[in-house]
């Protein structure tokens, strides 16, 4: 039974730092691409970020440059290190796995639909 499991959110001034963490058990990481998405109240799920299992990074354009998504597939655990916050980035964050076992590109990794196993969501609050 796979299962992931988000720590790390919390409530945060405008212009502090979080640092997600997944931890993932059940299946060998090391085989499988990994993304972060996030839902604020009333809107939709939207991607964050994605790591392939190459290595090869993804971010929407509105993370770019203050959020990093890294893996440690030894330790079986996927992180995301978000810097420069702002109120806009309040949410319920997702970690997730891709459906699909050895996937080399990321492109597709950004929509939901790329995914069959998510976790149960962390919260982040940005105060301004």
């Known amino acids: 039974q796979v299962r992931l499991v988000e720590s790390g959110g919390g409530l945060v001034q405008a212009g502090g730092s979080l640092r997600l963490s997944c931890a993932v058990s059940?299946?060998?990481?090391?085989?499988?691409?990994m993304g972060w998405f996030r839902q604020a109240p009333g809107k939709e799920r939207e991607f964050v970020a994605a790591i392939s299992i190459y290595g090869y990074l993804d971010y929407a354009d509105s993370v770019k440059g203050r959020f990093t998504i890294s893996r440690d597939n030894a330790e079986k655990s996927v992180a995301l290190q978000m810097n420069s916050l702002n109120a806009e980035d309040t949410a319920v964050y997702y970690c997730?796995?891709?459906?699909?076992?050895?996937?080399?590109?990321?492109?597709?990794?950004?929509?939901?639909?790329?995914?069959?196993?998510w976790g149960q969501g962390t919260q982040v609050t940005v105060s301004s």
């Open positions: 059940g299946d060998t990481l090391s085989n499988y691409g």
């Open positions: 997730a796995r891709d459906l699909v076992q050895l996937r080399v590109g990321v492109r597709d990794l950004a929509q939901p639909a790329s995914y069959d196993y």
